[in-house]
């Protein structure tokens, strides 16, 4: 290893780049890593932090209607200064960068500023210069995708959103993934009049029936416009703002235009087809179980495989690297029962399969679904209801999936992550006593199932 310069170069300073280059070096390995954007990667800066603080934002409206409504609170005024928040957020994330600097400079990983790209198998090069290393790591990440449509310029994905100007009045999101559930939430929270259109039938795809089914009632229950087999096919510039054609030939006018419809591995002009790194479904790197190419000194970890496109994935993959790299223990990740939110209002938190999989899968299961109003709604105008789902193999008693939407479902579910990962059955649920007065206590109090 001693003629290379570095044992290990990684390209792409996010999630899992960095962590797999500080663990690396913290492992004695000579690590260098290249990043050409924002120390931190998607999550940091454009993804799950600054996209968090906005959902708290987002919150404040309901709490003051509840407040009101039903628990004696009179509030004389409120009112709600987008830039404000937006500068905030923006000074932490400036604050987030320069801890990740720290991280790395103090795990003694050498910070190289500017795009990388691959010259061979073993060679990288950055503005111009050129590095070599025994294993060149690839953490690229993703980037969003925008469909090709006319007038398709004028419409922003979720990079600018965290930037904008000035807030719309109306807005118009396109896309029926998670992002774009979360930015249809945050808007409304905040005040924006929202249409959400997807082009099939249910959002969500690929999370359980009833929370998606259940997701949908409460959102449209809050006022969002939720319109399903519907999609733009083109965007027209008005005198105030814009407008966008639907595939059933109306208009919809709004001032800004969200297309929330899917990203793409970041592999573009990397060089990877040039030293011959193949490629998987939808334009990922292909990798095998621990992470490695074709080409024996590259691997690849993150959304940039597409495997499961979550901060504590890439961050996981990072560390199964180091590990198998430099401990001499290989290490291959494990994307079982990883559990996962979405912070829309109210919030879904998932983890293991849905019942459609779980039926699939094993030869009988067990369905418990409960669904009430919360008790602070008790007091409140609110009309929204609280979802719970376990699923349970009958075979072996053993909680295969739980599901929830409702208040911090996403705080609610890391606990029983723990539990589902390490093979509770319903019997220890069962055997559990509740917290109350909770919503999660529900989760150990459900003793007939609904259905299997
Ligand atoms: C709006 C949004 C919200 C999200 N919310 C959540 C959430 O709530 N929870 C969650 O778990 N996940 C969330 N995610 C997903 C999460 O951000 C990603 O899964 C995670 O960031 C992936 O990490 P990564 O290391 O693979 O790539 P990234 O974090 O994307 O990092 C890749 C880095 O590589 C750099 N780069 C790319 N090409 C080069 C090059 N040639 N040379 C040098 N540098 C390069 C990029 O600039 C970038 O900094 C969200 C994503 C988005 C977009």
Redesign the pocket.
């Known amino acids: 290893m001693a003629d290379r310069e570095f044992d290990l170069f990684v390209?792409?300073?996010?999630?899992?780049?960095?962590r797999a280059a500080r663990f690396s070096a913290a492992r004695g390995a000579r690590v260098a890593i290249?990043?050409?954007?924002?120390?931190?990667?998607?999550?940091?800066?454009?993804?799950?932090i600054p996209?968090?603080l906005f959902v708290y934002a987002s919150h404040f409206r309901d709490e003051m209607e509840d407040a009101t409504s039903g628990f004696g609170w009179t509030l004389t005024s409120s009112s709600f200064d987008w830039p404000t928040l937006r500068d905030n957020k923006t000074r932490e994330i400036e604050r987030l960068n320069r801890v990740y600097e720290g991280l790395l400079r103090d795990a003694g990983v050498r910070h190289i500023e500017?795009?990388?790209?691959l010259v061979d198998p073993h060679t990288v090069e950055?503005d111009g210069k050129r590095y070599s290393a025994e294993n060149i790591l690839i953490?690229?990440?993703?980037w969003?995708t925008v469909p090709e449509i006319p007038g398709a310029e004028l419409a922003l994905t979720?990079?600018e959103l965290f930037y904008l100007d000035e807030l719309p009045h109306k807005a118009i999101i396109v896309g029926g993934g998670?992002?774009a559930v979360?930015?249809a939430c945050i808007f409304h929270g905040l005040g924006v009049d929202v249409t959400q259109l997807y082009r099939g039938p249910l959002f969500l795809r690929g999370f359980d029936g009833d929370v998606r089914s259940h997701l949908a009632e409460q959102i449209r229950g809050r006022g969002i416009d939720l319109r399903f087999e519907t999609n733009v096919k083109a965007i027209e510039k008005t005198d105030p703002g814009i407008r966008a054609v639907l595939t059933d030939d109306s208009k919809l006018d709004a001032d800004l235009i969200l297309f929330?419809t899917g990203?793409r591995p970041?592999t573009e002009?990397?060089g990877l087809e040039d030293v011959g790194v193949e490629f998987g479904k939808a334009g990922a790197i292909a990798v095998d179980a621990y992470s490695r190419t074709n080409v024996p000194s590259i691997w690849a970890?993150?959304?940039?495989t597409n495997r499961m496109?979550?901060?504590?994935?890439?961050i996981h993959e990072?560390v199964c690297l180091s590990e198998t790299l430099f401990n001499d223990n290989p290490r291959s990740p494990d994307h079982e029962y990883v559990p996962?939110?979405v912070?829309s209002q109210p919030p879904v938190g998932i983890i293991g399969l849905t019942e459609e999989q779980a039926s699939e899968k094993f030869a009988a299961i067990d369905v418990y679904r409960t669904s009430f109003r919360a008790l602070k709604h008790t007091l409140t105008d609110g009309r929204e209801r609280t979802l719970m789902k376990l699923i349970i193999d009958r075979a072996t008693d053993r909680v295969v999936g739980l599901h929830m939407v409702g208040p911090e479902a996403g705080e609610i579910i890391q606990g029983f992550a723990v539990a589902i990962k390490a093979g509770a059955t319903k019997a220890d649920f069962d055997a559990t006593i509740g917290v109350h007065p909770t919503s999660a206590e529900e989760f150990v109090t459900m003793r007939t199932p609904v259905g299997g």
């Open positions: 390209i792409g300073a996010g999630s899992g780049g960095v290249a990043e050409d954007r924002y120390l931190g990667g998607t999550c940091v800066n454009v993804g799950c996209k968090k500017g795009r990388a790209t950055v953490a690229t990440g993703g969003p979720s990079n998670y992002i979360e930015f929330a990203r970041n002009n990397l970890i993150g959304d940039v496109n979550l901060t504590p994935v890439a990072g996962a939110a912070f």
